[in-house]
């Protein structure tokens, strides 16, 4: 069955019966019956005729009125009671003529075509001797304000060369007339003149201001001006407030003050106007109930609800006229409410009032008549009685049900503050006699507002009260919050205060939708993310585009990225700069321990081939190799594997130095010292075949002495280069997220300079091992330094590239340099040194005297005589078989000569018995020293 008007109108009467509040009956219609209940305008109105007295849910008969009553005499009549009253109001010319409120207004202004408006002040020009009344006592009051009397209390003329006529007080409602299209304007003029013509005698003065807005030449204040002119003024200032807390209008609209003049059209427009910056979802909204109530239908009929969150004024906010029926819309709303208590004891005083003890109050019978709808007997006719029949007889009650206005508060503290101003004045004027004083006849304003200014006490709401410096009362505001408590079930609940200046707000007690615990977020651009800047949108300081800085750039200002010097980076969070960690060849890293490892062993195979030749020092392989010259070799290696320990150590001037002069020196003692002994074999060779005469610097001291010259030409070349690009340790940026502490020579390559020398002894000692390959066998170690020069030229050709590639590299680049020059001095020590320590560990037997040549080409015979001291050449004819002699002048020699004497397939070197040789097809090749420590390559 569904309810009709008069069902819902019963349930109505049964909860007020039933002693129901309002707001609790029309919550109990809405949960039962959602979009089928009565609004709560209806639930109000009943309540309203039930307190009067009312009984019947029925409609009151009407008496019927024809059709249309807009006739002439109904015209003629509206238009006499014009004349007769100027004032004359709607009410009272439905009452007199009892024709509706339409057809009134129809004949008002289609027919009659009057206005009602306001009379004007007319300003009459002062004359002389007014305007030097008024600067005499302008200077007066600046005189009390200078010397401290009067620092808050002004007594204001007219600011300008005019003079404001005085007239009887009354309401701008009051001041209204009716005035035909033919007439001119009203006016308000009183031309007697009076010597108080002050339009403010004393107030508070405000220190601050929110805008100044000049008035126009020839325009009134009125409410046309006061919207169109000075409230945009007054709002540009508040935009001006919002700036400085980075809080953008993205769209302002005006809403017209009475909702029944404007259509859902021109609250539609605003909406969709909203609507067109989706992503300025707050509104902050300044209205009445009435004007915000018709956004929010709006707001429901564009399909807009949830996507706005709204920020109330106290003129809306908790009016059943706006979120009654569209709690949907409404829903999340924050607004602020002055705070105030109830009044103690007015609730008793005002229900214990009526027409016979209240006669004080001549517009108390008014509402009772309103109140009980009743007339009073012996009223007049107002617009609260003229439609009831029923007579009030003084015993109805003010029952419970009556709404007190929540800002009663307010008046009270108001009345207390004059009432303590006056007792204090006169207590301190009147010394506390009883009665008025002559100092308080009459009072003077000034001295009371001095006192006004000072009071202090506790109001009937309990609340503490005094003026502020600027005159205003105590700032306290309630922070309230429409929020949905359950499904389906809303409230308003209070989330914080504002009080003495400082806010309080409870954000956990906030819940802006139901389905959406999230705080809304109102922006016309979101915050941008970590290490990027904004590009603010042309004359929009809210609106931006987000770029990102580069991975080597901070934001130093939000709209400016700015490059970090090289060897620094951006922290996490692109404010700052930071120091990159060094990068160098660390001893625990695992290039350094491998370089290490391989040059340790080294050095320990070095160390031990010292040890075997100095313990076998006077055996022949050890004398035949040369011993000088081989300790300088190992020395050289040792240096080779040793100033690995020096490239891995961390960069500094110093140990750059020493790496610089270092890496070219030990390539120059390892290989000077083989340029010389290839050298020599060389010469003895070339030399032999060429005469008898012994080759020169063959000797020891001679070899040490060329190897000392090869030497010094290295540490020489290479003081002058430390002199000219001195060693030093620099910050190598090879990308600017890296930062390489490494030696100055190894990044412009100029280590390279460093091993040129070293290369020309290579070139050579390999040119020299060509030269010497075919030499006897017997001198076979030519073979092996041969075999050396060729392997390091090839280890050589591949470190120069390698070297190249890895500059930017610095652990790769020393590694390679270690190993290349550990791996040059390892390939010396192996060829040169493995064969004789082969003989002189696993074959002693034989490290022993022997046959020095083999198999050498028969080309000639020779018939030497020898001496000690000298040998005589004798030709024998080619190809002869005869036996030839060799003869000594003296074999008493206690050191025979030794011969060296190719004979036909056979080489023979040995004492000559006897002084004298015999060979067959021989050739002597050479006659070496009568020293056999000499018999050596």
Request: aromatic share 10%; glycine share 6%.
């Amino acid at each position: 069955m569904e309810l009709n008007r008069e069902h819902f109108r019963a349930i109505i009467f049964h909860n007020f019966r039933r002693g129901l509040s309002r707001q609790e009956c029309f919550d109990e219609l809405n949960s039962l019956y959602s979009d089928k209940a009565p609004s709560y305008s209806t639930v109000k109105n009943w309540y309203n005729e039930f307190n009067r007295g009312r009984c019947s849910i029925q409609d009151e008969s009407r008496v019927g009125r024809p059709k249309s009553v807009v006739v002439p005499e109904k015209i003629n009549a509206v238009r006499e009671l014009i004349k007769q009253d100027r004032h004359v109001t709607y009410r009272e010319i439905e009452a007199s003529l009892d024709i509706s409120m339409t057809s009134i207004n129809k004949i008002l202004h289609e027919h009659l075509s009057v206005k009602k408006i306001c009379s004007r002040w007319i300003p009459h020009n002062l004359t002389n001797a007014q305007k030097t009344a008024r600067v005499d006592w302008c200077k007066e009051m600046l005189e009390k304000y200078i010397q401290g009397t009067s620092k808050a209390v002004y007594n204001i003329y007219t600011g300008d060369e005019s003079w404001i006529y005085a007239y009887e007080p009354e309401t701008k409602q009051q001041s209204t007339v009716w005035v035909f299209q033919d007439e001119a304007k009203p006016t308000k003029v009183v031309r007697g003149r009076s010597t108080s013509k002050q339009m403010i005698a004393c107030f508070f003065g405000i220190n601050g201001h929110v805008a100044t807005v000049a008035l126009e030449q020839r325009r009134t204040v009125n409410s046309e001006w006061y919207t169109t002119i000075c409230l945009p003024e007054a709002f540009t200032v508040l935009e001006q407030l919002l700036s400085k807390s980075e809080i953008c209008i993205a769209v302002k609209e005006r809403l017209t003050k009475d909702s029944g003049v404007a259509g859902d059209s021109y609250y539609d427009s605003i909406v969709q106007k909203l609507m067109a910056k989706p992503s300025a979802r707050g509104v902050i909204i300044f209205g009445s109930d009435q004007e915000v109530a018709g956004v929010m239908r709006a707001v429901r009929r564009n399909n807009c609800t949830g996507h706005f969150t709204w920020i109330g004024s106290d003129g809306w906010s908790a009016r059943s006229l706006v979120f009654a029926g569209h709690e949907d819309q409404v829903e999340g709303t924050v607004s602020v409410q002055p705070r105030a208590h109830p009044v103690q004891g007015f609730d008793a005083y005002f229900q214990s009032l009526g027409v016979h003890n209240n006669t004080r109050n001549p517009w108390f019978t008014e509402f009772w008549e309103h109140f009980f709808n009743c007339r009073w007997p012996g009223s007049t006719v107002t617009p609260y009685n003229q439609h009831t029949k029923t007579f009030c007889n003084g015993e109805e009650m003010i029952g419970p049900a009556y709404e007190v206005e929540k800002q009663l508060q307010f008046v009270s503290d108001s009345v207390l503050a004059f009432a303590y101003a006056l007792k204090n004045l006169h207590e301190e004027q009147c010394g506390g006699r009883p009665g008025i004083c002559a100092k308080m006849d009459p009072i003077d304003g000034a001295m009371l507002l001095g006192y006004l200014k000072n009071v202090t006490f506790r109001g009937l709401s309990g609340d503490e009260f005094q003026f502020s410096e600027n005159g205003d009362g105590p700032a306290r505001y309630n922070i309230i919050h429409f929020k949905q408590i359950s499904p389906g079930n809303y409230k308003w609940i209070r989330v914080g205060e504002y009080r003495d200046g400082e806010l309080q707000l409870s954000l956990s007690d906030i819940r802006f939708r139901w389905e959406e615990p999230d705080m809304p977020i109102s922006a016309c651009s979101l915050p941008c993310s970590i290490g990027q800047a904004k590009k603010y949108v042309e004359g929009s300081k809210c609106c931006w585009h987000c770029f990102n800085c580069t991975k080597y750039q901070i934001l130093r200002y939000e709209t400016t990225c700015y490059d970090c010097p090289l060897g620094f980076l951006p922290n996490a969070e692109h404010t700052q700069c930071e120091r990159i960690p060094l990068q160098y060849m660390r001893l625990d890293s695992y290039w350094a321990i491998g370089v290490m490892i391989f040059s340790s062993l080294g050095i320990v195979i070095t160390l031990f081939v010292i040890i075997v030749f100095i313990k076998h020092h006077d055996t022949p392989v050890v004398k035949a190799s040369g011993r000088e010259l081989s300790y300088v070799l190992l020395g050289g290696i040792f240096l080779c594997y040793a100033i690995t320990f020096l490239l891995v150590q961390k960069p500094s001037d110093i140990k750059c130095g020493a790496q610089k002069m270092g890496i070219g020196l030990c390539f120059t003692i390892v290989y000077s010292a083989v340029l010389t002994k290839t050298n020599r074999i060389d010469r003895i060779f070339r030399c032999g075949a060429r005469s008898t005469k012994r080759p020169s610097f063959i000797s020891p001291k001679s070899q040490l002495f060329i190897c000392g010259v090869i030497v010094s030409i290295q540490v020489i070349f290479s003081a002058m280069w430390m002199g000219f690009s001195p060693p030093k340790a620099i910050l190598y940026h090879p990308s600017p997220d890296e930062s390489h502490l490494v030696c100055a020579a190894s990044i412009d390559a100029t280590y390279m300079v460093a091993f040129a020398y070293p290369m020309v002894l290579i070139l050579i000692c390999t040119v020299y091992a060509i030269l010497t390959r075919k030499i006897p066998e017997a001198f076979n170690e030519s073979k092996y330094i041969g075999f050396t020069m060729y392997t390091t030229c090839i280890v050589w050709l591949a470190f120069i590239p390698l070297y190249f590639t890895t500059t930017d590299h610095d652990e790769i680049n020393v590694f390679t340099m270690s190993v290349t020059v550990s791996l040059s001095a390892t390939v010396t020590l192996f060829c040169l040194f493995t064969p004789k320590l082969y003989i002189i560990l696993l074959h002693p037997d034989k490290n022993v005297r022997q046959p020095l040549m083999n198999h050498s080409k028969y080309t000639g015979s020779n018939d030497i005589r020898v001496t000690p001291n000298k040998a005589e050449r004798t030709t024998i004819s080619e190809g002869s078989l005869e036996t030839n002699e060799v003869t000594c002048r003296s074999s008493a020699s206690p050191n025979p000569p030794r011969l060296l004497v190719t004979c036909g397939t056979q080489t023979t070197s040995d004492i000559i018995p006897a002084g004298i040789a015999r060979c067959v097809s021989c050739t002597v090749i050479s006659t070496l020293r009568n020293d056999e420590d000499n018999m050596r390559l």
